[in-house]
C-alpha cells in the first residue's frame, strides 16, 4: 500500500489569492488524481495528474483556475487560482495502488476555506 | 454519468447493530468499491469487488453486487461507535481507470 501526505492540512484564504497544495507519495505510482469535495457532498475528480506532461481535466475544471503539477512518479501540486468563497471545499489527492488495480489511495485532504 | 447513489443518506444505528448501505450505478463497470471517511478527512478503502463476483467478505464487512440490478450493498456486522463515518461507494469503468463517487451515506453508531 502507498502512503500519501498531503499539505497544508487546512487553510484560510483571502478571495482573489491562490493555494496550491502538495502531494507526496512514499512510492512510485503510475497514477495520480486530484478530487473535490464541496460541503456535505460526495467527491468530485478534477484531473489526472501525468508525470511530465500537462493534466487530463474533467469536464467543468480548467488548467488556468487549477493548475496541476506532477515532475516524477511520486510528487505533484494542485493550485487552487483566483480564489472566490466558491472554492471552499476539501480537495483530496489520491494515487493508484497499483497498474490494472483501481484501488486508490488517498491523502487525508486539504480543507479550504475562502473570506 | 455513472455516478452511483447511496441510500440511504444518513443511517443511526445502536452499537452493536448491523448497518446495511445501499448502491446503485448507471453504466457498466469493472470493478466497485466501498471507502469511509472520517469526518471529512482522507477516504480509506475498504473492499473492492469485481463485475464478475456477486459476493465478498472482509472481517465485519460483506459486500455484495447485482450487475443486473446495477446496485451493491455493503453491510457492517455488530457495529461500533468508531464505525461512525461516511461511507462511498465508488465505479469504475471499463475503459479507464476514474473512480466515480456515490453520494454518500453519513452512518452513526450510539454506544
Known amino acids: 500500500s502507498a502512503v500519501i501526505s498531503q499539505k497544508p492540512s487546512r487553510d484560510i484564504c483571502q478571495r482573489g489569492t491562490s493555494l496550491t497544495i502538495q502531494c507526496q507519495v512514499d512510492s512510485q505510482v503510475t497514477m495520480m488524481f486530484w478530487y473535490r469535495q464541496q460541503p456535505g457532498q460526495s467527491l468530485t475528480l478534477i484531473a489526472t495528474?501525468?508525470?511530465?506532461?500537462?493534466?487530463?481535466?474533467e469536464s467543468g475544471f480548467v488548467i488556468d483556475k487549477f493548475p496541476i503539477s506532477r515532475p516524477n512518479l511520486t510528487f505533484s501540486t494542485l493550485t487552487v487560482s483566483n480564489l472566490s468563497p466558491e472554492d471552499s471545499s476539501i480537495y483530496l489527492c489520491s494515487a493508484l495502488a497499483g497498474s490494472g488495480n483501481t484501488e486508490a489511495f488517498f491523502g487525508q485532504g486539504t480543507r479550504l476555506t475562502v473570506v | 454519468s455513472q455516478q452511483g447513489e447511496e441510500d440511504p443518506q444518513a443511517l443511526s444505528i445502536q452499537e452493536g447493530e448491523n448497518a446495511t448501505m445501499n448502491c446503485s450505478y448507471k453504466t457498466s463497470i469493472n470493478n466497485l468499491q466501498w471507502y469511509r471517511q472520517n469526518s471529512g478527512r482522507g477516504l480509506v478503502h475498504l473492499i473492492l469487488i469485481r463485475s464478475n463476483e456477486r459476493e465478498k467478505h472482509s472481517g465485519r464487512l460483506r459486500v455484495t453486487l447485482d450487475t443486473s440490478k446495477k446496485s451493491s450493498s455493503l453491510l457492517i456486522t455488530a457495529s461500533r461507535a468508531a464505525d461512525t463515518a461516511s461511507y462511498f461507494c465508488?465505479?469504475?469503468?471499463?475503459?479507464?481507470?476514474?473512480?466515480?463517487f456515490g453520494k454518500g451515506t453519513l452512518l452513526t453508531v450510539n454506544p
Open positions: 465508488a465505479t469504475d469503468a471499463r475503459s479507464n481507470y476514474k473512480l466515480t
Open positions: 495528474a501525468n508525470q511530465g506532461s500537462e493534466a487530463t481535466y
